[in-house]
């Protein structure tokens, strides 16, 4: 469920736009998982937390924080209109963020799971594919800009709904 309230901030806080996004861990039914063999270069190149993964659609005043409650790392990544963002990746039980995401309204994807594959883009292991049902909105003004916060892993009182998504599907 998807749980909206605002946050605590600056002299500006009243003027933010935020909210809580939280959705279950669980993988959905038409998620799939699927193990390969990895070579252990590849596993060994687990990105750091909060690496930026892909950045195409970057320089505004907006911010994204997730945290990820989960026992598996998981990337993050959002999409304006059909055009991949920004992706960021973050470990299990981590905290990261984004400090510069244009205004805009953002589809927000997410996967999550073992042995990411830098040069695949992919979790290797036990990999679940989702998508938080509603986009968040990014709006600056000359006193204040939108800070979004998503958590990964059920909240009590959440209130974001997601919704599995097709690997194939997913913007990669």
């Given amino acids: 469920m998807i749980s909206l309230r605002p946050l605590a901030g600056a002299a500006a806080a009243s003027a933010l736009a935020s909210a809580l996004l939280v959705g279950p861990a669980v993988a959905p039914a038409a998620a799939s998982t699927q193990e390969t063999a990895v070579s252990w270069a590849d ?13 195409r659609i970057s320089g505004g005043k907006g ?9 598996t790392d998981a990337v993050i990544t959002i999409v304006r209109g059909k055009t991949k963002a920004i ?8 905290t990261a ?15 999550s799971g073992y042995r990411f594959s830098v040069s695949k883009g992919r979790f290797t292991k036990s990999a679940v594919y989702q998508r938080f049902d509603d986009k968040l909105r990014f709006t600056t003004t ?12 059920r909240v009590v009182g959440g209130n974001a709904k997601t919704s599995g998504v097709n690997p194939k599907d997913f913007p990669a």
């Fill in 63 to 71: 911010v994204l924080k997730i945290k990820n409650g989960n026992r």
């Fill in 142 to 153: 000359s006193t204040s800009a939108t800070i979004w916060t998503l958590t990964l892993n």
């Fill in 87 to 94: 992706s960021i990746y973050v470990r299990a039980r981590s």
């Fill in 97 to 111: 963020k984004i400090n510069d995401v244009r205004d805009g309204t953002y589809r927000i994807y997410f996967t």
């Fill in 43 to 55: 596993a060994a190149a687990r990105p750091g937390n909060g690496r930026i993964l892909y950045d």
